[in-house]
Nanobody
Framework: QVQLVESGGGLVQAGGSLRLSCAAS??????IGWFRQAPGKDREFVAA????????YYADSVKGRFTISRDNAKNTVYLQITTLKPEDTAVYYC????????????????WGQGTQVTVSS
C-alpha cells in the first residue's frame, strides 16, 4: 500500500528552525514535493526534489531558508526550515509523483496527511 507520512511540525517562535520528514512506503517515487496550506488560502508549492537528489526546486518565498533533501535508503525526504516567519504557518504536506516533471508543475497524486507548523511572532 502506498503511503506517505509527515512528521516534525510544531509550534516555534519566529526565527526558529524545524526539520520536517516525509516517510514513504510501498513505492519509491521519482519526485517528492512539499506543499503547504494556510487557513483561508489555496495550497501552494514549497519545494521538490528529483530521484537522485541532485535537482531541487523552491518557491521564491522560501528560497534560502528551506532546504529539501532525500535519503533513498530510508525512502524519506526532509525539509529543513530555518529563519521561520509567521507567514510560514500552515499545514505542510508531502506528495509523490512517479512521472516527469518533478517541479511545481509535476503531477502529484499521492499525498500524506500533513503536519502543522505554527510560527509565533
Amino acid at each position: 500500500q502506498v503511503q506517505l507520512v509527515e512528521s516534525g511540525g510544531g509550534l516555534v517562535q519566529a526565527g526558529g528552525s524545524l526539520r520536517l520528514s516525509c516517510a514513504a512506503s510501498g513505492r519509491t517515487f521519482i519526485g517528492i514535493g512539499w506543499f503547504r496550506q494556510a487557513p483561508g488560502k489555496d495550497r501552494e508549492f514549497v519545494a521538490a526534489i528529483g530521484y537522485s537528489g541532485a535537482r531541487t526546486y523552491y518557491a521564491d518565498s522560501v528560497k534560502g531558508r528551506f532546504t529539501i533533501s532525500r535519503d533513498n535508503a530510508k525512502n524519506t525526504v526532509y525539509l529543513q526550515i530555518t529563519t521561520l516567519k509567521p507567514e510560514d504557518t500552515a499545514v505542510y504536506y508531502c506528495a509523490g509523483t512517479s512521472t516527469l516533471p518533478v517541479d511545481r508543475f509535476g503531477r502529484y497524486e499521492n499525498w500524506g496527511q500533513g503536519t502543522q507548523v505554527t510560527v509565533s511572532s
